[in-house]
């Protein structure tokens, strides 16, 4: 039986710290403010697969109140969350992840990024989708105030 989550997160843009997008590090003049390395695509990835599994939500599983998790590794924070979905008898088969933002372009980026993903999933690069797509100027995204992230992931029985 495979089972569907979905997960979604936003961060802001912040000088002064680096923009860490699935694990990876993006040269531009900001990153994005947050407890951990504020990685919003990973922070998504882990929401949909602990959602497919009914296994809780990052926010629970790694407390911002929680120092253990300050600057955390957030690729990291998705290896222990597979680990957990797993000890509930889960594990991640597929995922695709849409990136919403207007800067920077990151289709030079989208491979390395997957295959990270997809290493901390357990799973083949030709299993994770990955996208990336501008607001069309609208909104906090298109003002470039921050950027969005919605990942749906697929789990079965282990
Ligand atoms: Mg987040």
Redesign the pocket.
Known sequence: MTRTGVGY???RFAEGRPLILGGQHIPFERGLA?H?D???VA??LTDAILGAAAAGD?GRLFPDSDPRWKDAN?LELLRLAVAHIRTAGFRPVQADITIILERPKLAPHLDVMAAALASALGVAPSAIGLKAKTNEGMGFVGRGEGIAVIAVANVEAA
Request: hydrophobic share 35%; no cysteine.
């Open positions: 997160d936003s961060h947050g951990s504020a990685d919003a922070h998504a990052i957030s």
